[in-house]
């Protein structure tokens, strides 16, 4: 049985694999566990390994890639349209064997374990920020249903419950300052646990050449640069700077109506420093 390219519906438990030959025509159908994956795989004769990228296709990738398989990850969406009769699991993984072998077809690049930890980190860090936005719209509403209105911003709201914490207000009762009280302490670790974070990043921009350069950038600062360097790494996907850049979304044609001139410049620089990296 001679595998030409072998397409993997990657599932949480359980992973469908069809293999096709030379032709096209599907020579091998199995379901796995997905933790004998890697095994199996693994024992057959290097071929084309096909998977979308989701959760767990780069580290499959990185191990099977070491195994010698050459790795071809896609997004969702361009594999969606090669599916054939009802969707299921089997012919997930037929479809995606069968558009890894299109010729203008997009990959997307086998992302280093390093690459996943920033990202990992970044992850961390949203949901840490996300997790603050919510805390400091309750307290803005648990202010609000007591007739007390505050401006928009962080700062205006601390220098609020501030003087809450410090002088007695009849517009709050003893039980809602101790729940401010609280909800400011948790406000106070989530501060310090993103700062943690934003520390981290700092360090890997100093010590990444790639990062520092992008980081140079006008309104791309270290958390920026890092998660470029997470999610493109050194910019070989792409053939020239302005690829990379219309991925971003830095092309002119992506500039909103009334753009200033500042605007350009700023994406002519960003083009030029991608370029590089």
């Not at 203008?104 to 390093?114: G, L």
């Not at 007695?168 to 101790?178: C, H, I, K």
């Not at 792409?238 to 500042?262: E, I, K, M, N, V």
């Amino acid at each position: 049985m001679s595998i030409f390219v072998l397409g993997i519906d990657l599932g949480k438990n359980v992973c469908s694999l069809v293999g096709l030959d030379e032709t096209g025509a599907v020579v091998l159908r199995r379901r796995l566990r997905r933790d004998g994956v890697a095994d199996f795989v693994g024992r057959m004769e290097p071929c084309i390994v096909a998977m979308e990228a989701c959760c767990g296709a780069h580290h499959l990738g990185r191990v099977l890639g070491a195994r010698g398989h050459t790795i071809r990850l896609m997004s969702p969406e361009y594999v969606r349209p090669y599916v054939k009769a009802n969707k299921n699991d089997d012919h997930d993984a037929e479809a995606i064997a069968e558009a890894a072998t299109r010729p203008t077809m997009r990959f997307v690049p086998v992302k280093s374990e390093a690459q996943s930890d920033i990202q990992a980190l970044h992850r961390a860090r949203s949901r840490l920020v996300a997790e603050r936005t919510a805390l400091i719209n309750h307290l803005h509403a648990l202010l609000l249903e007591r007739g007390i209105v505050v401006a928009q911003g962080r700062r205006k709201l601390e220098d609020v419950l501030g003087v809450f914490a410090d002088e007695d207000d009849s517009r709050l009762s003893s039980r809602m300052r101790l729940l401010i009280e609280d909800l400011r302490a948790e406000w106070r670790s989530l501060d310090e646990r993103i700062a943690a974070f934003d520390a981290e990043f700092v360090r890997m921009a100093r010590d990444d050449d790639t990062a520092r350069r992008l980081s140079t950038i006008p309104g791309i600062g270290v958390i920026n640069a890092t998660a470029l360097v997470a999610a493109v790494g050194d910019a070989a996907s792409f053939g020239r700077g302005r690829d990379l850049a219309a991925w971003l979304g830095l092309t002119p044609r992506q500039a909103p109506p009334g753009a200033s001139p500042g605007c350009w410049a700023y994406r002519s620089a960003a083009t030029a420093t991608c370029a590089q990296t």
